[in-house]
């Protein structure tokens, strides 16, 4: 009997109270548990999007409550004016005349040059045209993957007229004004360098990597697709961070 209300009750609650909503119009599913995370909303998700988008304008996107909770999230769709979506609610049932779940454009970590062109195109309107800047993006405020004796480095690349930029301490839109503005960007593994797309061709880029992983060539690939010049720099992994060897690091930036 126990068992049965506890059925009851969890069918009450999943069903009976919410409120449910139907919706004519075609709609796509374009995001996954993975699309809340800055990397694959830049580089999964909006590509996605852009090829839609591409296609038909009136094409409407359904995003998580939670996803859409995310700063970046909301500010990306506002930049890129894409107005019809579906905010999907947690208390809310729906209903669906057409409903279609959108293919990856590309597996994670591997990109179609013609998608990452038409996303950029979204945000073509903040690019900065003149890359003129040297921007070291530092991961201090990390959780993770971030260089222990980053000191040292800071005062290394400062002295090489490096801009020492947070990028959490920045709208979206400004970080992308950063990185396009910025002829070299220099900084460790991590969902900031996603901003690559953002940047022109002929810039470079260098990141400073685990010398224990030989698979995340997510950037890598990035640049090829985008003609950005791609450097690494291998350094010691210590407990998720990374100690950087400076005499190796300044025979590198000096190169």
């Keep these: 009997k126990m068992s049965q209300l506890g059925s009851a009750r969890f069918l009450a609650k999943s069903f009976l109270f919410k409120k449910t909503v139907h919706v004519s119009s075609r709609a796509f599913v374009v995001t996954d548990n993975w699309s809340a995370g800055f990397f694959h909303w830049m580089l999964d998700v909006i590509p ?3 090829s839609l988008h591409n296609r038909d304008p009136k094409f409407v996107f359904l995003v998580s409550e939670d996803t859409y909770r995310v700063a970046y999230v909301k500010e990306s769709m506002k930049l890129m004016g894409i107005e019809n979506f579906y ?11 057409q409903l279609e779940i959108v293919s990856p454009v590309g ?3 591997n990109f179609h040059p013609k998608m990452i062109e038409v996303s950029r195109g979204f945000f073509s309107e903040i690019l900065n045209t003149k890359p003129e800047s040297f921007v070291y993006v530092s991961r201090k405020k990390a959780s993770r993957r971030r260089i222990v004796n980053e000191d040292f480095v800071i ?3 400062v002295n090489k007229s490096f801009e020492v930029v947070y990028l959490e301490d920045h709208s979206l839109a400004e970080q992308i004004i950063i990185i396009s503005g910025a002829r070299m960007v220099i900084s460790a593994h991590g969902a900031a360098l996603s901003h690559l797309m953002f940047m022109h061709p002929l810039s470079r880029i260098l990141e400073i990597r685990s010398a224990s992983d030989a698979i995340r060539n ?5 640049a090829s697709v985008l003609s950005v010049g791609y450097h690494y ?12 060897d400076l005499g190796a690091f300044e025979a590198c930036i000096n190169n």
């Excluded at 720099?233 to 950087?244: G, H, K, N, P, Y």
């Design 218 to 222: 997510c950037y890598f690939s990035l």
């Design 87 to 97: 905010i999907l609610k947690k208390d809310h049932i729906y209903h669906f005349e």
């Design 48 to 50: 996605k999007i852009a």
């Design 233 to 244: 720099f291998l350094a010691q992994e210590v407990d998720e961070d990374l100690i950087v």
């Design 155 to 157: 005062n290394s690349l």
């Design 107 to 109: 597996y994670t970590g």
